[in-house]
């Protein structure tokens, strides 16, 4: 399993922090959205004995924007995250096969100072919405849908309320249209890091089902494998791999 956190410069934690703080809680693997620190992240493989990898994440005021960032950014990094949070963003990221994953689809950007939950770091008033077209799309694109848990954590009162409806909307239509989906607790700091147990038991007590969410967790090292194997030299197009004959042009 694992978690895809915020480090430091976009977070309060070094990647250093997070694998280590992540190996002792049972985790596989961190993914980082943070930065171009891709030759750190071979060491730290090495020195903390978890999988660290790489991720994009894409903040922009609207779809034209994201474009040329995602763009850019899927020939440099395994994973390529689009932060959404109003309509606009929510259905540009779900209609690209380029997009790996859309994260925050009703909270919008964190930003700095917040507890990560993204409430103080949303772009002004977030409108995004996930309905029945974008989770089809998202089927059809094979971009997963984040579920977050940072709310349901660090939040309390209406918002967490709010936010816990729009959970179980969103696990429904997963399930109804087959979409794929990650989740995380989008940890700004290794102290926010939950172990995968306990997300699971904070799943079943909220009614997503603790398996639900361990699907969810497990999605992420899929994701990251599918990636690397797309990058390898080994590959040409979707089943199709290089052979000991094939040479190229």
Excluded at 46 to 70: F, N, T, Y
């Amino acid at each position: 399993m694992y978690e895809a956190v915020h480090a430091h410069p976009d977070g309060r934690s070094t990647a250093a922090r997070f694998a280590t703080t992540a190996e002792r809680d049972g985790y596989d693997g961190v993914v980082v959205r943070a930065g171009d620190a891709a030759p750190e992240y071979d060491r730290l493989r090495e020195a903390c004995g978890v999988d660290v990898v790489d991720a994009a994440e894409i903040v922009a005021a609207d779809p034209q924007h994201a474009s040329g960032a995602v763009g850019n950014a899927r020939t440099k990094h395994t994973v390529v995250i689009v932060s959404g949070g109003t309509n606009a963003l929510n259905r540009f990221a779900v209609e690209q096969a380029r997009v790996d994953v859309l994260v925050r689809p009703f909270e919008g950007p964190i930003g700095e100072g917040t507890d990560g939950d993204g409430r103080n770091g949303r772009r002004g008033d977030a409108d995004g919405d996930f309905n029945h077209v974008l989770a089809k799309a998202a089927r059809d694109n094979d971009v997963r849908i984040e579920v977050n848990l940072g709310p349901v954590l660090r939040d309390r009162g209406g918002h967490r309320v709010r936010h816990l409806t729009k959970l179980r909307k969103l696990q429904r239509l997963i399930d109804h249209y087959d979409a794929p989906y990650v989740v995380s607790a989008n940890p700004t700091s290794h102290l926010q890091l939950r172990a995968p147990r306990d997300l699971a038991a904070v799943g079943e007590e909220i009614g997503l089902g603790d398996e639900w969410i361990r699907e969810g967790l497990d999605e992420w090292g899929r994701l990251v494998a599918r990636n690397r194997e797309r990058r390898s030299e080994s590959f040409i197009a979707p089943g199709v791999e290089r052979g000991r004959y094939e040479k190229d042009d």
